[in-house]
């Protein structure tokens, strides 16, 4: 039990992140509500809940969770696997991921980065706010952000850690700066890596990229052009979309619209 609670701890300040598995209602089996596992992104386990079989349908579902994080949620376990269901008689199983808060790191504390400060910090992510400007890079202009950093922004990015929880937006006030921030953040694991700017010039910085030799497979994974298009115009609708298709591509959304209305039925003809 203390080494579980340890890498449960360990977890949440910042080390890899860790599926916690805990036994709501035994249902019909003779088991004791409370019981807790943990599945490690390697699928190594710490304690049980009670059975080998429902470690087994926690960790054969671990992959999918750890890939696309979903809010803490009730699954019921059954000879099919987990499901979201009741089904009389079977285990209720709280599953969560936990992990250190994401963070959401604005490179570039313009107009649209203090923007994306606000919108993240609303949403619960650890802001972190750079730029190589001492009027721009000002704690009093984002009280949003958790840290500003003013630095230059490839030597402070090469010293960032960035990871599977980390989302970074690239916004800064050039091209220049934008591509030398780019070439320290690609192929780091990023769970969002996006840089604003028209087609043209982002297809030109992504070709340079091309040519230094930067993985294919690394350079389509970079968001350019940035965002979702919504018409955004102002700074903060700007920034609206980008952290709308941030939330699109971490929760598996697909942007259309939910707007909708049963067909009418036609009216008869009367006779």
Known sequence: MLELTERLLRAAEG???VLLAVLVDPGSLQLSPGARLLVEPTGATIGTLGTAALDAAVAAAAPHLFARPPLPHTRYATPDGLIERTVEGAPAIYL?????RPTFLVVGAGHIGRALARLANFLGYRVVVLDDRPDYADPQLIPEADDVICDDFEAALERFPIGPTTTIVLVTRGHKQ???SLRKCIGRGAAYLGMIGSRRRTS??????????FPEEELDRVRTPIGLDIGAETPEEIAISIVAEVILLRRGGTGTPMYYRPRKRPTPARS
């Open 15 to 17: 080390s890899d992140p």
């Open 178 to 180: 934008d591509e030398l």
């Open 96 to 100: 969560e991921i936990v992990a250190a």
């Open 204 to 213: 030109t910085v992504l070709q340079h990229l091309r040519d230094e030799g």
